[in-house]
């Protein structure tokens, strides 16, 4: 109702609601008045299929009290809860009150669990079934839909079961990127490397970091267009979790893999972001969660 830019429709709902049980009583009375007739036959005078007649009696008592209690108890049902337009009801009851309470409800009871872990260290954290059990939970609520559900990500998503880092993976690192999120940020680079050519003998040599196929030739042309990319992914370019920036040494590529993959990446530059989870998600929950993404890396090794 609140969705109206004025009260019309609020009287109007619940104009009709009370028209309607003043005109209940009302018919009540009338039919209740009505005296019985007193000919012979008592019948209202109308004949169906020849001989089938309708006979004048009252209405029984029991039903007409019942008529009555309906009545009183819808007066009294909308006198204690919303019904009647935007009247909100004596009780105050409304269905986010009665959501809020049990969301409170539930955030109480688990409080001293959740205190239990927060005194605990991460890796302890992590080997706690119960916990555990919690973390797989929240993640799979709010999390799996980008990482998915085994964690380990697709194209765009990095993958959180490897020990492959963009922001790094202690968990004070991990807590960070889940409370305030992350935006990963490569501008073009394009202009700083030169031509096309450039640009594709620059992919080749990117392509030797991580030993995978590449034409060495254009890799050896390439070398020197590197240092546009040395201030970000570092000289060695083994990347800098400070900046986001990915390890170009190793075969996980969270953007594609190959020559043309790399070569968009350089013309074109990527804007990634994490969302921060800190409006949906107790620090409570986080540290729990911490601890479940920490895990994935850090498996005992009885579990392998
Ligand atoms: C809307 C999609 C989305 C959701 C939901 C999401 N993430 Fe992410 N997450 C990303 C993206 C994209 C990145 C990579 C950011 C970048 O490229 O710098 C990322 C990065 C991360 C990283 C850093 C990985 C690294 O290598 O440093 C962690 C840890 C992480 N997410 C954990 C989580 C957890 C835990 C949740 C659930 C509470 C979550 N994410 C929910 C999209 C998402
Ligand atoms: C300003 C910092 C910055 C500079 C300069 C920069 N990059 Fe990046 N690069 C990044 C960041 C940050 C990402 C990760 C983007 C993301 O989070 O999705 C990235 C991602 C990449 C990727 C994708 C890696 C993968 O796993 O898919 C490649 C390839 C790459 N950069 C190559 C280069 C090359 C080649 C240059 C030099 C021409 C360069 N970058 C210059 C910051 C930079």
Known sequence: MSDFINNFWSVYVAGITLAGIVGCLVLLVITARKKVVSDEENTTGHVWDEDLRELNNPMPRWWVWMFVITIIFGLLYLTAYPGLGTYAG?????????YEAEVEKAKAELEPLYARFTAMSTEDVSKDNQAM????????????????????????????????WLHGGAPENIKQTIT???????P???????????????AHYVLSLSGSPHDSLKASLGKSKFTACAACHGMDGKGNTMLGAPNLTDDIWLH???????????????????????????PAQIDVLTAYVWGLSHKPAAAN
């Open 256 to 282: 594609g893999w190959g020559e043309q993959a790399i070569v968009d990446m350089i013309n074109n530059g990527k804007m990634n972001e994490m969302p921060a989870q800190d409006k949906k998600l107790t």
């Open 133 to 164: 059990a919690i973390g797989e939970r929240l993640f799979m609520n709010n999390c799996a839909q980008c990482h998915g559900s085994d964690a380990r990500g697709s194209k765009g998503f990095p993958n959180l079961a490897d020990s492959d």
């Open 180 to 186: 305030q999120g992350r935006i990963g940020m490569m």
């Open 188 to 202: 073009p680079q394009a202009e700083a490397v030169g031509s096309p050519d450039d640009v594709r003998n620059l």
């Open 90 to 98: 004596k009780l105050q009851w409304s269905q986010v009150g009665a």
